[in-house]
């Protein structure tokens, strides 16, 4: 399983970026998508997920700003972050769940994302 994630790069403060998460080596439509991210020093934290079933879900500090969305067709998770805030700097992770024979967890590498004030 290969998940590889772009997109990171520096922005203004208010400005925008797209991460991209390309997976392979799994059944991306029956998987569960996620963006987390951590800055040095922290836990990594739970940004945005877009289950399976359809679903989203949103940290409480990237609500309406950021969008999680998937392509199903090319096996491909977005995240979408508006009005970037200089506390939205960290390195930012996809992640997979797949739910078919057992639970499994699959993490990509990270992209940098530094927002400037």
């Known amino acids: 399983v290969q998940l590889q994630a772009s997109g990171g790069g520096l922005v203004q403060a208010g400005g925008s970026l797209r991460l991209s998460c390309a997976a392979s080596?799994?059944?991306?439509?029956?998987?569960?998508m996620g963006w987390y991210r951590q800055v040095p020093g922290k836990q990594r934290e739970l940004v945005a997920v877009?289950?399976?079933?359809?679903?989203?879900n949103y940290a409480d500090s990237v609500k309406g700003r950021f969008t999680i969305s998937r392509d199903n067709a090319e096996n491909t998770a977005f995240l979408q972050m508006n009005n970037l805030r200089p506390e939205d700097t960290a390195v930012y992770y996809c992640?997979?769940?797949?739910?078919?024979?057992?639970?499994?967890?699959?993490w990509g590498q990270g992209t940098q994302v530094t927002v400037s004030s």
């Open positions: 080596g799994i059944i991306f439509s029956r998987a569960d």
């Open positions: 877009s289950t399976s079933s359809g679903s989203t």
């Open positions: 992640n997979a769940v797949s739910r078919i024979f057992g639970i499994k967890l699959y």
